[in-house]
């Protein structure tokens, strides 16, 4: 089942009466259940193209297709319920309210999608413990380490169980170890809950671990390359 669809996909921004193309007539198709990357050097599309499926921003030309709607031409208001049903975001900058705890954080988008607040608090809680947080549910964001933060970001992006999860560079910001445990960490959640990750990134160890890599160059795609899917980490090899 294919889960996004880009058709001729195009991107300009209006830079002080310069039309400057960021992403131009790109097609793409991913489909469920997919771990992939866009990666690609600054100022290659990567992350317009990532605010495009995620309808944070609006096409110049072509057709967004997400879980079977075309999103083309969606108010803001229907972009946003979108984002509600379908999509987690993890952002580099982690995007936490900073006056709100870990596990209301990640409870917040359960109480926009009208949970009665016994259930959030009890998922949010057991998402939380198995992104390895159990007990520090009750800190804010200023007490909790910037792996620890991503963590909150990664339970938040997917408590309420979304088909995809866009995420934004998010190992920008941590050192090797943190990034790499928290990438197999979401390696994880989609192979036991079928979650669709798509990242953009420039990070070689994010490339490693994707199972499809889709590199752009100038606003299109240059290589497209599908890698054979790699087994848990956990197994041991045969001798």
């Known amino acids: 089942m294919n889960i996004i669809e880009l058709q001729s996909i195009t991107k300009t921004y209006d830079t002080n009466g310069l039309t400057v193309p960021a992403v131009r007539g790109v097609d793409l198709v991913v489909e469920k259940g997919e771990f992939s990357a866009l990666a690609g050097p600054s100022g290659s599309g990567k992350t317009t193209l990532l605010n495009l499926i995620g309808g ?3 096409p110049s030309g072509g057709t967004v297709s997400v879980g079977g709607e075309n999103i083309t031409g969606y108010s803001p208001r229907q972009l946003s319920d979108l984002r509600l049903r379908k999509i987690g975001f993890i952002f580099q900058a982690y995007n936490l309210i900073p006056v709100l705890s870990a596990i209301e954080n990640v409870e917040y988008i359960l109480l926009l999608q009208g949970m009665e607040k016994t259930e959030r608090r009890r998922r949010s809680a057991a998402m939380l413990a198995e ?109």
């Open 56 to 58: 944070l921003d609006n």
């Open 131 to 239: 992104v390895g947080l159990e007990g520090l549910t009750d800190r804010r964001p200023h007490q909790l380490s910037g792996g620890q933060q991503q963590r909150v970001a990664v339970a938040r992006a997917i408590v309420s169980e979304p088909d995809i999860v866009l995420a934004d560079e998010p190992t920008a910001n941590l050192d090797q170890k943190t990034g790499a445990a928290l990438l197999d960490l979401m390696h994880e959640l989609n192979r036991t809950k079928g979650i669709t990750f798509l990242f953009s990134t420039h990070d070689g160890m994010v490339m490693e671990r994707a199972e499809r890599l889709i590199s752009l160059r100038d606003g299109v795609v240059e290589h497209d390359r599908v890698k054979r899917r790699a087994k848990p980490r956990s197994a041991k090899r045969k001798r």
